[in-house]
């Protein structure tokens, strides 16, 4: 259920686009979505207040001062951007056993009540699950779900960009069966297939990754992002790396990998 | 991570789910045989409030509406439990009202209100000169899936206007992230986060970045901070998980703070209660 910060009103999110991140391998999505909130310095709107993921509380995330680092923040939040037409919604923790299903509605509803234009997945899934094809081309990928427009369908593939491939169900025994296989996707491919029967507009971008440093992964899918959606609006074409740079990593990066090491260690 | 079935185990992947079996049953509608265990299950984790009969009877005076709580004070876990049980309850008039009864893999409370200090429990205690403040002791563990229960029913039927929250809890120092390592700065000691509505001064330092607090704690917290309460919490960063004097008196400057000033008056015979407290809950090996 959303939760506006003040207690007013639902603000109004008709035509937006709602950005999210699947809790996915190597968190890539939540990565990516922490990118975008903090380059664009979105602001706080509102809570996703639900009992399907795990409580965990902190200090503003974002934080650029002393003063907005006492900021609490908790495990779903909702971002805006107006002029952008943009809203974010980041997870910071993951689902409780058994309540995926009941999320997926909570979400689509809200959703549908707040008549966002689409929904923009980030998503990731197992890198050690691709199949020869994969493993040759890029390691990005994009779903579309039926009601999406034809314009975006035609600009993902002005852009190059290649759509997931199906797989046969059942291999070797009926090859004409082809179904989404998303390992290590979480709620991927639950939220997809929802939507389609739900008349939803998503996109679905992943990366196919390994568990271990994600941010150079979170990086390359924030610009894949970028590619087709702009919302930086500095845009510079040719090198990864330099395009790379433009993404602002939040304050709360630090110590991914744990304390200082103790120095009678040397 | 904990499972259903008792034993408690690290999420091996960061993947949102953790097995590719669960991404087939995601997908999957859901057995009548799965779908008769899950809510099996679901029906016996239920968290249950249990009013004593004299309390229970002024909630339900008020006709049905929810109890008026000024201020109300949760110690997660033995130590925060111990702090209040020889700090507050000692030095005033409480008594009990009602406890938590909940089951899960690794406690189930009793129906009783007379506990041992090494039982888990939950109980409810109400300041018999100001019927409006409420303090909580949980020692018991309660579960990812019951948080957001419990959370429900003991919110539930309080008032929330005018109401301020303090949680007081403790965590294992290999939890803290610092530049330095752990080993070197000296424990325990105490952290705070505070809810957007919470004015007051602190008597510590706040909780920084990038650390995070999980659990009932961090389920308190973040209710009070989508439901605009003022609250706080104070975290102890520890080296000893068991009850432990030294991680108790860590907790001591949060009785300057507003919301415990007032509750606090003599506490000359805590240190008593303390020592008492430990020698009966001190484990004696067999050679003792």
């Known amino acids: 259920m959303f939760v506006s910060c003040d207690g007013s009103a639902r603000p109004d999110f008709k035509d937006f686009t709602l950005l999210m991140p ?45 003063e907005n680092a006492t900021e609490l923040c908790i495990n779903a939040e909702v ?10 919604l980041q997870i910071r923790s993951p689902f409780i056993k058994n309540k995926y299903r009941h999320f997926c509605e909570t979400l689509l509803s809200w959703v549908k009540s707040c008549r966002f234009a689409k929904v923009v997945l980030l998503s990731s899934s197992h890198a050690y699950q691709r199949n020869d094809h994969q493993l040759r081309t890029t390691s990005l990928r994009y779903l579309l779900s039926p009601a999406v427009p034809k314009p975006v369908q035609d600009l993902m593939q002005r852009l190059n960009w290649r759509e997931l491939e199906r797989v046969a169900a059942f291999p070797g025994v009926n090859d004409d069966e082809k179904v989404f296989h998303i390992p290590g996707g979480g ?13 939803i507009q998503m996109v679905v971008l992943l990366k196919f990754c390994s568990e271990g440093d ?11 992002l970028n590619e087709w959606l702009q919302v930086t609006t500095y845009q510079q074409s040719g090198c990864s790396s330099a395009q790379s740079s433009k993404w602002k990593m939040p304050s709360s990066w630090k110590l991914l990998f744990g304390s200082g090491l103790p120095p009678a260690l040397f | 991570m904990a499972t259903f079935f008792g034993e408690v185990v690290a999420a ?8 590719d079996d669960e991404d087939e049953a995601l997908a999957r509608e859901e057995a009548p045989e799965d779908r008769e265990i899950r809510l099996e299950l679901e029906k016996k984790r ?28 949760l110690g997660v876990g033995q130590n925060a439990a111990a702090f209040l049980s020889s700090f507050v309850l000692n030095s005033g008039d409480w008594e009990v009202v009602g ?43 309660v579960a990812e899936d019951q948080q957001f229960q419990w959370l429900e029913k003991v919110f539930g039927c309080m008032q929330k206007t005018d109401l301020q929250v303090a949680v007081l809890s403790t965590s294992s120092i290999t939890d803290y992230k610092t530049l330095e390592s752990t080993l070197t700065i000296s424990s325990p000691f105490l952290k705070v986060l505070k809810t957007k509505e919470f004015k007051d001064n602190i008597c510590c330092s706040l909780l920084e970045q990038p650390n995070i607090v999980r659990d009932l704690p961090a389920a308190v917290l973040s209710y009070c901070q989508v439901w605009q309460i003022p609250a706080v919490l104070y975290q102890c960063y520890t080296d000893i998980i068991k009850l432990d004097m030294v991680t108790i008196e860590t907790f001591k400057p949060v009785l300057s703070s507003k919301i415990l000033k007032s509750l606090v008056k003599d506490i000359s015979r805590n240190r008593e209660t303390l020592v008492k407290l430990m020698t009966t809950t001190e484990i004696n090996n067999i050679y003792t």
């Open chain 2, 12 to 19: 091996p992947s960061r993947a949102g789910v953790d097995e």
């Open chain 1, 214 to 224: 994600n941010i150079p992964d979170a990086l390359v899918l924030a610009d894949y």
């Open chain 1, 187 to 199: 709620i991927t491919k639950l939220l997809f297939t929802e939507s389609c029967s739900k008349g």
């Open chain 1, 22 to 66: 699947a809790v996915s391998v190597g968190n890539i999505g939540q990565l990516a979505i922490d990118l975008v909130i903090s380059t664009l310095r979105m602001t706080k709107v509102g809570y996703f207040y639900t009992d399907c993921l795990v409580p965990m509380v902190g200090n503003n995330p974002y934080a650029t001062t002393e």
């Open chain 1, 79 to 88: 971002y805006a951007m107006p002029p952008k037409e943009l809203v974010v």
């Open chain 2, 99 to 141: 406890s938590i009864k909940l089951w899960n893999e690794w406690s189930r409370t009793s129906n009783t209100t007379s506990v041992l200090p090494t039982d888990s429990f939950c109980l409810f205690y109400r300041l018999i000169p100001d019927p409006t403040v409420l303090l909580c002791q949980c020692t018991c563990f």
């Open chain 2, 46 to 73: 239920e968290v249950h409030i249990l009013w004593n009969t004299a309390f229970s009877a002024t909630i339900e005076s008020s006709s049905d509406n929810p109890f008026p709580c000024s201020k109300f004070i």
